[in-house]
C-alpha cells in the first residue's frame, strides 16, 4: 500500500524559506509513472496546488508562486521536496503531498493537461509562518 | 486560471436524504472534474474522478454527472460517515483549481 508522509519544521520565521520533504513508500518514485506534487490548506479555507514533479525533472508550478517555489524528487531516497522562499504569513497552511498520473485520463497521451487527478495524499503537516 | 464555484456552500441534511452538489467551472472542461471528500481534520479523499468514475472503495451511493461547464455531485441516501466537506476540482489544465467547497452538515 502506497504511503506519502510529509515533514518539515513546523514553524517558520516570515521572509525565510519553508522546506519539506516527502518520503514515499510502498512504491519507487523513480520507476512509477506518476508526478509528485504538493497542495496546500490555509486554516479553514479551500485546496490550492502548489506544484508538480516527474522523476525526469519536469515540474510545473502555480504562476502566481512560481517565483518563489521549487519542487524536486530525489529518487535514491525515494523522497520529493517543496523549497518556498521568502514566506509570509500568507503561507500559513497544511501542506500536503499527493501524486497524480502523467496522461489524459480520456485520451491516453502523455500530457500534463488533463492529467491532474490526486488519489494518495500524506497526511498533512501544519507549517505556520511566525516571528 | 479556471475558476470552480461550487453551490450551495453548505446545506443541512438528514440520515437518508438524497444530496446534490453542483459545481460550475468558469470555461469548458470537458469531463475533466473530480470530486473529493474531506472531513473535519482529515486528509482529503478521492470520491470521483473523471465526472462519474467512483475511486476503489467508494460507495454506490455516490455519484457525479456533468460535461462542460456544469457538474453534479450526488448522494443518495445520506450516511452518518458522509458528513464532510466536498470539494470539486479540475484537471483539464494548469493550474488544477477547486472548488470553494460544500460542507454537508447534519440536520
Known amino acids: 500500500q502506497l504511503q506519502l508522509q510529509e515533514s518539515g519544521p513546523g514553524l517558520v520565521k516570515p521572509s525565510e524559506t519553508l522546506s519539506l520533504t516527502c518520503t514515499v513508500s510502498g512504491g519507487s518514485i523513480g520507476t512509477s509513472d506518476y508526478y509528485w506534487a504538493w497542495i496546500r490548506q490555509p486554516p479553514g479555507k479551500g485546496l490550492e496546488w502548489i506544484g508538480s514533479s516527474y522523476h525526469s525533472g519536469t515540474t510545473y508550478y502555480k504562476s502566481s508562486l512560481k517565483s518563489r517555489v521549487t519542487i524536486s524528487v530525489d529518487t535514491s531516497k525515494n523522497q520529493f521536496s517543496l523549497k518556498l522562499n521568502s514566506v509570509t504569513a500568507a503561507d500559513t497552511a497544511m501542506y500536503f503531498c499527493?501524486?497524480?498520473?502523467?496522461?489524459?485520463?480520456?485520451?491516453?497521451?502523455?500530457?500534463?493537461?488533463?492529467?491532474?487527478?490526486?488519489?494518495?495524499w500524506g497526511r498533512g503537516i501544519l507549517v505556520t509562518v511566525s516571528s | 486560471d479556471i475558476q470552480m464555484t461550487q453551490s450551495p456552500s453548505s446545506l443541512s441534511a438528514s440520515i437518508g436524504d438524497r444530496v446534490t452538489i453542483t459545481c460550475r467551472a468558469s470555461q469548458s472542461i470537458s469531463r475533466y472534474l473530480h470530486w473529493y471528500q474531506q472531513k473535519a481534520g482529515k486528509v482529503p479523499k478521492l470520491l470521483i474522478y473523471a465526472t462519474s468514475t467512483l475511486q476503489t472503495g467508494v460507495p454506490s451511493r455516490f455519484s457525479g454527472s456533468g460535461s462542460g461547464t456544469e457538474f453534479t455531485l450526488t448522494i443518495d441516501s445520506l450516511q452518518p460517515e458522509d458528513f464532510a466537506t466536498y470539494y470539486c476540482q479540475q484537471g483539464y489544465s494548469t493550474p488544477p483549481t477547486f472548488g470553494q467547497g460544500t460542507k454537508v452538515e447534519i440536520k
Open positions: 499527493t501524486r497524480h498520473p502523467p496522461y489524459d485520463f480520456w485520451t491516453g497521451s502523455y500530457t500534463v493537461e488533463g492529467s491532474y487527478y490526486f488519489d494518495y
